[in-house]
């Protein structure tokens, strides 16, 4: 079996996507972008018997410099999103398994001490496949919408408030678009409200720059969703990405003066027909905040009960080599044992961990 890091300009990159279903977090593109945001360089561990492949997006990031490590060390995370690995079609679970265990021979070789992976609900390769070389955490459920499902079984299985709460907005004459970027600084301001509201860590204050690289990057796989109040206002606004059949919301926000009126539900009942009709078969809304089953998981359950477990892992390659960074990461900030929640531990007293 081939192993390799590939490089985000790798055509290899490309010509796999062509052979396994994906999402748009998946794409090289869409790596780039979160290594300018995240920090860290975009590859993507590539395994290949001739037969089958995976593939898996990673970010390998430099150490911070205070822990005094090698100038070699690296570690390595997901992009942000769901980037776990995929697999073509003839990939069996003993093939995916020996893939991933000679992930552990590619992070020696380019001295990576942990790595963080964040799975994808809805391609088949599942957490279970890292069990014997990482640690597996479940953050709860995300809710997403069958799309193969008809319209009328979509009204008919949205909550009873939700669909009066929608009927509502149209009759107060809420209207909703696709793809008018001219309304794209307006989102950005009303994304970081409701970060603001929701008391959100600053990694989620995305810059104008991450946007603005967002949209060049990743194009057509890129759509955003205004929803207009009675005098023409922008009331909420969404960017949702799809790929290969795979409808994502990705961020949101709502305006404080429509607020009360929750019009980010016409906002999702809009893009689920949307998506439905152009040709998805599923809409990943996300889970609640942290993971948690809180008022926002709730909200989403109100368009649908179907739920897909999210897990993420955490791998350590080197044990000596992640104790010592531990070491000094509590010494030099006089940090407290992390939870076990937290991971990379060493990273905690920088605010830049990948606890999800």
Known sequence: MAT???AADDSRWRLFLERARHDTYHHPEYA???????GGEPVAFYADDAESALLMPLLVRELPPELGAPREWRDATSPYGYSGPIATPGADGHTIRCSLASLQDVARERSIVSAFIRMNPFCPVTAQAFEQIGTIVN????VYVDLTKSLDQLWAETRSNHRRNITRLMQLGYSVEMNDWSTYPVFRELYR???QRRSASAFYYFSDEYFDELRVMLGDHLHLCTVRGPEGD???SGLFMLADGIA???LGGTADDHFARAPSKLMFDFVRRWAKQIGASVLNL???????????HQFKTGFSQAQADFHTVRIVFDHEAYQRLVAASREIRSVEDAPDSFFPAYRRAYNDGDDA
């Open 32 to 38: 780039r972008v979160a290594g300018h945001y995240e």
């Open 286 to 296: 996300g889970g609640g905040v942290g993971g948690s089953a809180g008022p926002l």
């Open 193 to 195: 409200r409701t970060m």
């Open 4 to 6: 390799k890091l590939l």
């Open 139 to 142: 953050h709860g459920p995300v």
């Open 248 to 250: 994502e919301y990705h």
């Open 234 to 236: 922008i009331a909420a």
